[in-house]
Nanobody, 116 residues
Framework: QVQLVESGGGLVQPGGSLRLSCAASGSIFSDYVVGWYRQAPGKQRELVAFITTGSTTYADSVKGRFTISRDNAKNTVYLQMNSLKPEDTAVYYC???????????WGQGTQVTVSS
């Protein structure tokens, strides 16, 4: 299975931007479906966006503000987050699986805090 490490989280003011990275090792990452999820305190984990080999999908709450992309040469998937809101505050996780497999790998998460 692929191993995942997230980075790029931090504290940002409302309206600001952050770019999260999900770096993979141990497999050919370009074959994987990769998703970004988030979990706020007291809430369930929710899907933010995911990317396949040819398409991207976003939750309604982040459409037009977040962009998911991948650099297969670097084995990395990114989440560019613009126009951040306090309600975007959460621990962000990336997850990856092969299209034919029900098994997913998860990273350890990175904290994003949007506050003035």
């Amino acid at each position: 299975q692929v191993q995942l490490v997230e980075s790029g989280g931090g504290l940002v003011q409302p309206g600001g931007s952050l770019r999260l990275s999900c770096a993979a090792s141990g497999s050919i990452f370009s074959d994987y479906v990769v998703g970004w999820y988030r979990q706020a305190p007291g809430k369930q984990r929710e899907l933010v966006a995911f990317i396949t080999t040819g398409s991207t999908t976003y939750a309604d709450s982040v459409k037009g503000r977040f962009t998911i992309s991948r650099d297969n040469a670097k084995n990395t998937v990114y989440l560019q987050m613009n126009s951040l809101k306090p309600e975007d505050t959460a621990v962000y996780y990336c997850s990856a699986r092969l299209p034919s497999s029900p098994l997913s790998s998860w990273g350890q998460g990175t904290q994003v805090t949007v506050s003035s």
